[in-house]
């Protein structure tokens, strides 16, 4: 697993080693060089994998999705690396529109658009068989309706940008309405599902599936409230039968088992100080641990007494404290991504584990919900080892209906996971569920973040901010 797993990573690193005379390293992003680029379908691939490597950006310890956790109920933050204020804004629904992570993640989504667009617009006019460009096509159009997707529910309206565009005609692209964003996230989901193969038969560990796109079209339409297509796409996966739960949970986070049928989508990340690492052990470390952690997404209280007694997820999921200088700091934080034998340079780690976007357990109890069918639920509890709903042993006095218990679930279940802040906007339930946790009232307009002051400032007239900001 692991020898295949290097060739995919290195070959997700392109651009940055045998890609080093092409346009990425030749001009800045918004300038590319092409006129020795784009002209084989060697240049291609590599022109796939390179988009794909825009996932470590997107997906990163410190990304937006990442900081949702801090915005829900799930996590906190103590003490932390950089700079305090702009970090406790999100915890605290004190956001700025002069927050510098806003402004970083907003630039991040955009120079990674930039390069999947840039793929698509040149695949038109290339020489190869149409079945690789419409592979590849629909590879590059999956990444830009995740990322579309992340951001219209993190900003809401949007520039929708569909080609690459220079600085000066950036200037004159206003933000386009959510419902518009969410028809184009619909259509380059529809084109991947098309054109994209089953997991079983795609040809590379992290390359984009059928089944990814069928899960992620279930959760845009769950999300837009079209039940009856999100129904349609998720069974589409569940029927599928490319994809079954682990036997145990414990088994999700075990290194020996990255890229299982759980997983419908895994980022791939190698451990090494020239390789794409994972950060997230050392970012969701307590700042004093592990050679000074980051510090951030932190476990709250709320969220440790959520799980029920005998759920063995508690356990695998959150570390309750750890030693500094000789003293034990009862301090909770996850352990879902703990590698012992990570690369160490400095006061740095660099980590081995991979990063599941979609895995199969979000699709059956999302399921669970839209149908009604306790059944999906059910398969969940039982690998966890807890009572079924239903059932005597089944906490009903704190989760009475089968919404409330299918949203506790997909919450001790998908822990830390960067699911909580999003679940809780779909349903309507993240005004009153966070304004008891948070102790404050949570206003609706604070479920967007701000679009950066930058960004209004430099397209004056153009792009509007969002609302009492």
């Not at 996230?185 to 084109?191: H, M, N, P, T």
């Not at 000074?292 to 709250?300: E, H, I, K, R």
Request: glycine share 4%; hydrophobic share 40%.
């Amino acid at each position: 697993m692991k020898t295949s797993k290097y060739i995919v990573a290195i070959s997700l690193l392109l651009f940055s080693s045998s890609c080093t005379d092409n346009f990425l390293d030749l001009a800045p992003i918004s300038n590319m060089n092409e006129s020795n680029f784009f002209e084989t379908e060697k240049d291609f691939s590599s022109a796939v994998n390179g988009a794909y490597r825009t996932l470590y950006n997107i997906y990163a310890a410190e990304s937006a999705v990442a900081r949702t956790e801090q915005m829900s109920d799930n996590c906190t933050m103590y003490q932390i690396s950089g700079n305090a204020s702009d970090h406790y804004q999100f915890k605290d629904y004190t956001l700025l529109p002069s927050n510098s992570w806003v402004e970083i993640y907003w630039t991040t989504y955009y120079s990674s658009l930039f390069v999947i667009n840039k793929v698509i617009e040149k695949l038109p006019n290339s020489s190869f068989d149409a079945n690789t460009k419409a592979k590849y096509e629909a590879e590059m159009r999956f990444l830009r309706a995740i990322y579309y997707f992340n951001m219209v529910r993190l900003w809401g309206d949007l520039p929708l940008l569909l080609k690459p565009v220079s600085v000066t005609e950036s200037y004159d692209i206003a933000r386009t309405p959510v419902d518009k964003v969410y028809a184009q996230i619909i259509s380059d989901l529809v084109f991947a599902e098309s054109n994209l193969p089953l997991l079983s038969k795609t040809e590379r560990i992290g390359q984009a599936s059928k089944g990814a796109a069928q899960g992620m079209l279930g959760k845009v339409y769950a999300t837009r409230g079209d039940i009856n297509n999100a129904i349609t796409y998720l069974k589409k996966v569940i029927d599928s039968q490319e994809y079954s739960l682990l036997p145990s949970y414990s088994q999700l986070w075990d290194l020996k088992n990255e890229n299982s049928k759980e997983a419908l989508f895994e980022i791939q990340f190698i451990r090494g100080l020239d390789k794409p690492a994972s950060r997230y052990w050392q970012m969701f470390n307590p700042f004093e641990r592990i050679n000074s952690g980051g510090g951030l997404n932190q476990v709250t209280d709320n969220l440790w007494n959520d799980f029920e007694a005998g759920d063995a997820r508690r356990d695998l999921s959150i570390d309750v404290g750890f030693t500094h200088g000789g003293a034990w700091v009862a301090q909770k934080f996850t352990k879902k991504w703990n590698d012992l034998n990570s690369v160490i340079s400095g006061q740095q780690r660099f980590s081995e584990n991979n990063f599941i976007v979609l895995r199969y357990a979000d699709i059956l109890l999302l399921y669970a919900e839209l149908t009604k069918d306790a059944v999906y639920l059910n398969m969940i509890r039982s690998r966890a080892g807890v009572p079924a709903w239903g059932t005597s042993g089944y906490p009903i006095d704190k989760y009475p209906t089968l919404d409330l218990a299918i949203e506790h679930e997909r919450r001790v279940e998908l822990a830390l996971e960067f699911h909580r802040w999003f679940d809780l906007k779909r349903t309507n339930r993240a005004i009153p569920v966070l304004t008891a946790a948070k102790g404050k009232t949570i206003e609706s307009w604070r479920l967007l973040l701000p679009v950066p002051q930058t960004v209004i400032d430099q397209n004056p007239g153009t792009i509007v901010q969002n609302d009492k900001y």
